[in-house]
């Protein structure tokens, strides 16, 4: 997982319940660089996130989905 403050800008969705003009928008956030990728094909698939970590090399990572959804991602095995 990426250090903190790497990130990458995507336009993702933002759910009108955290937006603060109360309706469903889309806005350039930053996103931790190494899911961004991820983040960027679920939205471009149609399904949609409302937030996300990768965890910074202190837990798993996560990926709300809009539909209450939650995608752990865990760092890649060491040999």
């Known amino acids: 997982m990426c250090k903190w403050g790497t990130s990458t800008l995507l336009t993702v969705p933002i759910p009108a319940e955290l937006s603060h003009t109360g309706e469903k928008r889309w806005a350039e956030k930053a996103i931790d660089s190494c ?6 094909a679920l939205n471009d698939a149609g399904i949609e996130t409302t937030c996300c970590c990768c965890g910074h090399g202190k837990g798993p990572g996560r990926i709300d989905l809009a539909d209450g959804r939650i995608i752990y991602i865990e760092s890649e095995a060491k040999p």
């Open 35 to 40: 899911i961004a990728p991820i983040v960027k």
